[in-house]
């Protein structure tokens, strides 16, 4: 697989989980790349898994920085907004344009998925395609009787009302289920992305904001940000 085949789907096996923790050790487009990368992480503390290189249908030369975890990417200025999509790196573009010599425009990018991500999604990805790790986990959500769970990426548990999700959050039944996930998980996790139970990421909601179709998807897309606004709003609302 080339690095662009690698990096272009953020839900992972562990054959491309390996290969994207590999690319860090891979030689880049440019040779001068390698100089580029361990600037940035001197510069930034920030460990950086590979810079992609594109040419753009639309003539810019594309490089996009790819790091270890979702924080380190965050450390990086961007000019034009701190989202992803929208702001670039001029402070490292200026050094690529003093390797990288052209008459089209250069364009620095960072980008939401990172390595510590991908892993942390492809050891949820076991909930599901494990059955044995399933079968032991399935069960402590039953008890609760949810009218939607979704064991993958995160956890999903949506409770039939607001008084049974909010009796759940504040229980200590809520760590217990944490800590039987981390145990089952932790095995295998060949890249120590988990510490503790509270790496495990249960999203609890509520009947009264269930909305069938893509309500699970878009909920397991939320920040952990998110996530702790919805708790509050369930624990205090």
């Not at 994207?20 to 390698?34: G, I, R, T, V």
């Not at 979702?70 to 001029?90: M, N, R, S, T």
């Not at 998980?185 to 893509?214: A, C, T």
Request: proline share 3%; charged share 30%.
């Amino acid at each position: 697989m080339t690095a662009k085949e690698i990096l272009e789907n953020e839900f992972m096996n562990k054959e491309r989980l390996d290969a994207f923790y590999n690319l860090q050790f891979e030689p880049m487009e440019f040779p001068w790349l390698s100089d580029v990368k361990i600037l940035i992480e001197k510069t930034y503390d920030v460990r950086v898994m590979y810079i992609l290189y594109e040419f753009t249908n639309e003539k810019i030369h594309r490089f996009t920085l790819y790091f270890y975890s979702y924080d380190e990417a965050h450390k990086i200025p961007l000019v034009g907004g701190q989202a992803f999509w929208c702001g670039h790196c001029a402070e490292i573009e200026d050094v690529i344009s003093n390797y990288f010599k052209c008459n089209e425009k250069i364009e620095c990018k960072t980008t939401y998925l990172n390595f510590e991500n991908c892993a942390r999604r492809y050891l949820f990805s076991l909930l599901g395609i494990l059955g044995r790790i399933r079968d032991e986990i399935e069960p402590f959500f039953n008890k609760l009787d949810p009218i939607y769970l979704l064991l993958g990426g995160p956890i999903i548990c949506v409770l039939e009302t607001k008084e049974k999700a909010r009796d759940f959050l504040l229980s200590d039944y809520y760590g217990t289920v944490k800590k039987k996930c981390f145990d089952l998980l932790k095995p295998h996790d060949d890249y120590n992305v988990l510490s503790n139970e509270e790496d495990i990421r249960i999203i609890v909601d509520h009947g009264g904001n269930f909305k069938p179709g893509m309500y699970g998807l878009w909920l397991s897309e939320i920040s952990l940000e998110e996530q702790k606004k919805l708790e509050e709003e369930i624990i205090n609302g």
